[in-house]
């Protein structure tokens, strides 16, 4: 059933490449094995026009001519693709871009046809979104409508079997208002098809019969051998739980069309239809049909592979010993030049020890600012996370807990204290690898007063089991910064911190009902906290486009 669409497209291709053969007179001229290839080509000798191709290629990379090499290598992509070898047409689809020049017009709708090509193979090993991706780059880089046609058709049917089926409908209903789609009617049909059969895949007790019957009637009337084998195959998948009887009808029909078209894969597709609607005995008889044929195509494939890897072996060794004999050539060359290169090289490089002694002498002055300046920032920001945090922390213990004890209060700026003269030593947070929930809880919640709950969810001991000590302070200081801010200007009544563990990873969600954060702009109290969670190998995510309030989702490895 995809066939129809990679023939079509090799047409506009072969089309284009005429067009260049006209007009590149010289080119040909040079290069018989190109005419002998495209004689092969239109006469399906694809293995002939394949070994062809290859000799055309060899004969334009010596001759410099990368654009008409790319076209070759291109030919050979869809050969193999055609045969089943996909991987073999991506490996010769890159190679074809390698050669291309994106900036230079006159090789835009070349690339168009290597990015399709590369988007069928691609579909064919099963990664949809890439898929898409390459025939989209195809559509960038064509003018062509037709070629814009059949890749937004193929991005629909990638979309479909991605299950993406809402993506794939909405294509398939902007290219049923395309101008050249109702002048086709065989193109109207295969989009009314592919319409009509995305949406009941989307909802399977959807009736879709009058528009598959309708694309099937114009297919008819068409003579459109490939078009009907769709239409049967699809109409017999509708009918499967409405109606066995003619599910096995045009299963049958499907069967019959595929061997006219000599279309293996559609009659494999056809053989596991019937093997699954029709009787048993008939099924065996289907189901041995399918292993023969299914055998059969697997060794001409398998064999297609190897006998064009041949080929491509054999043109690389003699390219190889080519480039050998060049190479040669050319070292005769650079020897004689090396002569005149090394005394020149003497004298540049007398200059370049003095320009790199005096570089090297100001970088080394520059590294100097940066360290007293990386200083100044690290203890800066010290200040602000352990020392101002801590202060504010206690402001908001004396304002919202009335019973708290100038004992007590004495003990908290003490620890503050300790801390500030903790930072000149730059000593580490080992007092905090101690009853660390605890210590955590008991630092969130004096946040709490009678205008602010907060919530904790989670802080438990086991989920700190693995964290090293230097991660505990790290979110210690975060936690208590997302705090301080959201007292200082969230003007929320409700914070809740869900802790929980997924994937390896703990993960820490923030929300609060304040007035939000419209738009993200990091200061320094904020800056820092980014800055810690990189720090651990963290993520940090703000939910700026959230109008109930601050969400902020924390998460970063469990060890």
Sequence with gaps: MKKCLLLLFIFILSACQSTDKSTNQQGSADNKAYDIAWEFYEKHENDSAYV?????????????????????????????????DWFGSQELIISSLKLLNPKNKEERETLSSAYNSLGQSIHELGNYEEAIRYYQKSIDFSIDNTVKIINENNIANSYRYDKNFNEAIKIYQDLLQEKQIKDSPKEHARIIDNLAYTEWLQNNKKSVETDLNKALAIRIEEKDLFGQNASYAHLSDYFYDRDKTKALQYAHKMSKIAAETNSVDDQLEAYQKLISLDNPTNSKKYFAAFTRLDDSIQFDRNKAKNQFALVRYDSEKNRGDFLKAEAENEKKKNDILKLYIVVGLLCFGLIGVYFWYKRR????????????????????????????????QILSEVENNQSLSKSELLDKLEEVYEISRDISYDKKDIDLMQNFTVKLAEMMKSYSSDEVEIFILGNEDLLWKNISAHTKAEIYLVIQELLTNMKKHSEASRVILNFSQENNQIRINYTDNGIGISELKPKNGLQNTGNRINNINGQLIFDTENNNGLKIIISFPNQ
């Design 52 to 84: 062809y191709f290859n000799k055309a290629y060899s004969i334009f990379t010596k001759q410099n001519n990368k654009h008409q090499a790319s076209k070759c290598l291109i030919n050979m992509a869809y050969i193999s693709h055609y045969k089943g």
């Design 361 to 392: 002498k100001q970088k080394l002055e520059e590294q100097k600012r940066l360290e007293v300046k990386n200083t100044e920032l690290k203890y800066s920001k010290k200040v602000h996370d352990k020392v101002a945090n801590g202060i504010y």
